[in-house]
């Protein structure tokens, strides 16, 4: 469905006097793909480029090299395709939990009326929508990025972009998000991209997992998760995921 073919992106960083500019190298002949329904993650050290690829993948920015083809077509520095969650949630304060599932409706050119209907089945179906008229500051961080993910949702596209949205979440309502995400996933039959640091997260979801190298970001290890599913908790100590995890942990700290 979607396939990432050979980019490359620099970027030109100002460190400050005399306007000299420094080249930022950030991801180096990357090549990956995603098929109809699968759950793929990225995982990689800190500053390796990993929001970069999302935001060439989405058209927020273009790639120097490289080709993004969707179902075949290019779309290679286009915007509009896919459903992109951005690293920090940007729920805007002053805005209701409807107003701001709307956002991105409205970007896209919907009727207010028609953008409010769906949003509000949706809310509904995921148990949220007693908090409609509330704004962001009286949720929790689980339910915040249950709203910002239901906004991307809105956003019907074929494909889901997730970057590390469950990062600043406390183990334990992590691993009820883990839940959530899987049985919205199965019922919804998405295709997903997830990026994360976790790489217990990473396992626990995903079909293949791409591990980046430190920037600039080539593919440095491509793992496929054949683990059963429905997955559940017991599968963390079992030797299969263990020894999936030994090999990313391993790929990760060469990288340090
Ligand atoms: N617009 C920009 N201009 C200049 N440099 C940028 C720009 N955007 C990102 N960078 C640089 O590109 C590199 C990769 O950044 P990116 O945000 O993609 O990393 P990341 O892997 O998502 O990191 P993290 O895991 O911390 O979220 C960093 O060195 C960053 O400073
Ligand atoms: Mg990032």
Redesign the pocket.
Known sequence: MLDIINLAKT???APGKKRQTVR?P?LDNISLQVKKGEFVSIV?P????????FNLISGLERPDEGQILLEGREITGEKGHVSYML?KDLLLPWRTILDNCLLGMEIQGNSRGQARKKAHALLEEFNLSIYEKSYPHVLSGGMRQRIAFLRTMLANKEILLLD?PFGALDAYTKSEMHDWLMSVWHKYSSTILF?T?DVEEALFLSDRIYVLSA?PATVKLTLAVNLPRPRSRKMLVSEEFIELKGQLLQALFEER
């Open positions: 970027y030109e960083a930022v950030t990689g800190s500053g390796c480029g990993k929001s970069t690829l690293q590390e990026i640091h920037r």
